[in-house]
C-alpha cells in the first residue's frame, strides 16, 4: 500500500486507527464516534466505507444487563446531544432527542436512532459494506468477504490469518 496515509481519530474514549489505508474508510458506529465521522469521511471524500454494526436490541440488552448507561455515564453523553442538535447544521434533529431526562433505556434507544441517522447521512453517496456483528458471528467468511469488496487489500492478509497449522 504504497502511498498511504497514516491517519487516526483520538478522542476521550475512542481511538480510531486507520493505518495505511490509501483511499478507503472502516467507520465503527458506536456512540464516542458519532459526532467524528463527518469528519472522519471529509479525509477520504471518494472512499467507500465499511460499517461495523450491532443490532440495536443487541445494544440495549448489553446495557441493561450490565448497567452500562450508567457505569459508562452516558447521561453527559445524552446532554451532549441535545446540545448539538439544538444548534447548527445538526439543528434538524432535535425532535430525535428530546430535552426531557428520559430514562437510562429509553435516552439510549435515542442515541441509537439519532446515530443511525447521522451515520446514513454521512455515509450517503458511497460505496458501502455493512457488516454486522452478528453476521459476522454466524459467518467470519461471509462478513470478511463483505469487507474485502470495499478494501481489496485486505484478502491477502484474511487469507493468511485463517490458514491452520497442520
Request: aromatic content about 14%; glycine content about 4%; overall charge positive.
Given at each position: 500500500m504504497d502511498g498511504g496515509q497514516q491517519r487516526a481519530v483520538q478522542r476521550p474514549g475512542t481511538h480510531v486507527d486507520l493505518g495505511q489505508v490509501e483511499d478507503r474508510v472502516c467507520v465503527p458506529s458506536g456512540f464516542p464516534v458519532l459526532t467524528e465521522v463527518p469528519s472522519l469521511l471529509?479525509?477520504?471524500?471518494?472512499?467507500?466505507?465499511?460499517?461495523?454494526?450491532?443490532?440495536?436490541?443487541?445494544?440495549?440488552?448489553?446495557?441493561?444487563?450490565?448497567?452500562?448507561?450508567?457505569?459508562?455515564?452516558?447521561?453527559?453523553?445524552?446532554?451532549?446531544?441535545?446540545?448539538?442538535?439544538?444548534?447548527?447544521?445538526?439543528?434538524?434533529?432535535?425532535?430525535?432527542?428530546?430535552?426531557?431526562?428520559p430514562p437510562g433505556l429509553v435516552a439510549l434507544t435515542r442515541l441509537q436512532v439519532l446515530n443511525t441517522v447521522l451515520l446514513a447521512a454521512a455515509v450517503e453517496c458511497r460505496d458501502i459494506a455493512h457488516i454486522p456483528y452478528e453476521a459476522a458471528v454466524r459467518s467470519h467468511q461471509t462478513a470478511l468477504a463483505e469487507l474485502v469488496r470495499v478494501v481489496p487489500e485486505l484478502a491477502g492478509q484474511f487469507a493468511r490469518g485463517t490458514r491452520r497449522a497442520h
Open positions: 471529509s479525509w477520504f471524500p471518494d472512499s467507500p466505507v465499511a460499517v461495523l454494526s450491532r443490532s440495536p436490541l443487541g445494544v440495549a440488552s448489553s446495557f441493561r444487563r450490565s448497567s452500562l448507561f450508567t457505569r459508562w455515564d452516558y447521561r453527559p453523553r445524552y446532554q451532549q446531544m441535545i446540545t448539538m442538535t439544538r444548534s447548527g447544521q445538526e439543528h434538524r434533529y432535535a425532535t430525535l432527542i428530546p430535552d426531557d431526562d
